[in-house]
């Protein structure tokens, strides 16, 4: 089964290749985080396809297709420049990442909570909390912990 860390290497090695869009699994763990980063401006789009391109009209998930479908993220570029630098997996399955509010506020703030390096200015992280899927921000605004799941800037 798919999981954050995979995405987080296909988002990666998509902006490196400098294409235009990419596909990845359709899970809701995928389309909350590719929301997180549409939200944040690091992708231009989020589309529902199937693995030859993305859905011209709306096409429902069936026991049929459902092998089939993918999220198609349009990668966005500033003057030919990624405007995602680096995305990577904070919590992998060998070792997940659980913070407390009071351990996101000090992340938040650019220092170092538990072994997790803090947030540079730009950075975001995103968390998976008891109100889903999250940025950092407003997670610590709805006073949320969660797991960290990565990071990117």
Same mark, same amino acid.
């Given at each position: 089964?798919? %999981?954050? /860390?995979?995405?987080?290497?296909?988002?990666?090695?998509?902006? !490196?290749? #400098?294409? #235009? #869009?990419? !596909?990845?699994?359709? &899970?809701?763990?995928?389309?909350?985080?590719?929301? =997180?980063? /549409?939200?944040?401006?690091?992708? +231009?789009? =989020?589309? #529902?396809?199937?693995? =030859?391109?993305?859905?011209? &009209?709306?096409?429902? &998930?069936?026991?049929?297709?459902?092998?089939?479908?993918?999220?198609?993220?349009?990668?966005?570029?500033?003057?030919?420049?990624?405007?995602?630098?680096?995305?990577?997996?904070?919590?992998?399955?060998?070792?997940?990442?659980?913070?407390?509010?009071?351990?996101?506020?000090?992340?938040?703030?650019?220092?170092?909570?538990?072994?997790?390096?803090?947030?540079?200015?730009?950075?975001? +992280?995103?968390?998976? &909390?008891?109100?889903?899927?999250?940025?950092?921000?407003?997670?610590?605004?709805?006073?949320?912990?969660?797991?960290?799941?990565? %990071? +990117?800037?």
């Amino acid at each position: 089964m798919p %999981r954050h /860390y995979d995405l987080c290497a296909r988002v990666q090695n998509g902006f !490196a290749a #400098r294409l #235009r #869009r990419i !596909a990845v699994p359709d &899970t809701k763990m995928n389309l909350a985080i590719s929301n =997180v980063l /549409y939200k944040e401006g690091f992708i +231009a789009s =989020v589309n #529902r396809g199937d693995h =030859v391109q993305p859905d011209t &009209t709306y096409v429902p &998930t069936t026991p049929d297709n459902i092998a089939t479908r993918r999220l198609w993220l349009e990668l966005k570029y500033n003057n030919d420049e990624p405007v995602l630098k680096k995305m990577s997996a904070v919590s992998k399955p060998s070792k997940k990442i659980v913070m407390k509010v009071e351990e996101l506020q000090n992340l938040a703030a650019g220092n170092r909570s538990q072994f997790i390096k803090g947030l540079q200015p730009g950075e975001i +992280a995103i968390l998976t &909390t008891n109100y889903g899927v999250l940025e950092l921000r407003d997670a610590l605004e709805k006073g949320a912990g969660g797991e960290v799941l990565c %990071r +990117a800037i």
